[in-house]
């Protein structure tokens, strides 16, 4: 009997510890994102067990159109959850994804590299350019997806410092 007792106390003292663990993350987030991801979530739990499998994910990808994904993909999608992906999980991948992005003052400050005269904007056509063709290269159309989300000014120019809020905020648009 004291052995099923103290069998009982480890599991409710690694309950515990679990709910403190994945109450941080909920902290992240405002309430608003929680909800997004929570339906997000909810599109890809095809099957509505609560948690998201190959079967979900390869659903998914169909319904978006992308019909063969190989399952070593798949695979290596499912692992990024370190075991069965429930919502808090994904929220936990979406919060390390997001903590991964850069400072917004060190994303300012390689704007500013082609902004010489300071004035707050880079030339669409030139910034476009250099996406095209150097270091980790865009494709064209990764390149207008991008464009269709920056803050333009009368001249076609990025407005760089929205573009940053943006990218480290979200699209206050979205709210």
């Given at each position: 009997m004291a052995s099923r007792k103290a069998g009982t106390r480890g599991k409710a003292a690694a309950t515990k510890?679990?709910?403190?663990?994945?109450?941080?993350?909920?902290?992240?987030?405002?309430?608003?994102q929680i909800q997004e991801f929570?339906?997000?979530?909810?599109?890809i739990d095809q099957n509505r067990d609560g948690i998201i499998c190959k079967s979900d994910l390869r659903e998914t990808y169909?319904?978006?159109?992308?019909?063969?994904?190989?399952?070593?993909?798949?695979?290596?999608?499912?692992?990024e959850g370190k075991g069965p992906i429930n919502f808090t999980v994904f929220l936990t991948l979406f919060g390390e994804k997001l903590n991964g992005t850069d400072p917004e003052e060190a994303i300012l400050s390689a704007f500013r590299m082609f902004d010489p005269?300071?004035?707050?904007?880079?030339?669409?056509?030139?910034?476009?350019?250099?996406?095209?063709?150097?270091?980790?290269k865009f494709s064209p159309a990764e390149?207008?997806?991008?464009?269709?989300?920056?803050?333009?000014?009368?001249?076609?120019?990025i407005d760089y410092k929205s573009?940053?809020?943006?990218?480290?905020?979200?699209?206050?648009?979205?709210?």
């Open positions: 510890q679990a709910q403190r663990g994945s109450s941080n993350v909920f902290s992240m987030f405002e309430q608003a929570k339906e997000a979530f909810s599109c169909s319904q978006l159109g992308k019909l063969s994904v190989p399952d070593e993909e798949l695979d290596a999608m499912l692992q005269s300071g004035q707050g904007v880079v030339n669409k056509d030139e910034f476009k350019q250099l996406l095209l063709t150097q270091a980790d390149v207008e997806q991008m464009f269709a989300l920056t803050p333009m000014d009368l001249a076609g120019n573009l940053c809020y943006i990218i480290t905020h979200g699209d206050e648009k979205e709210e």
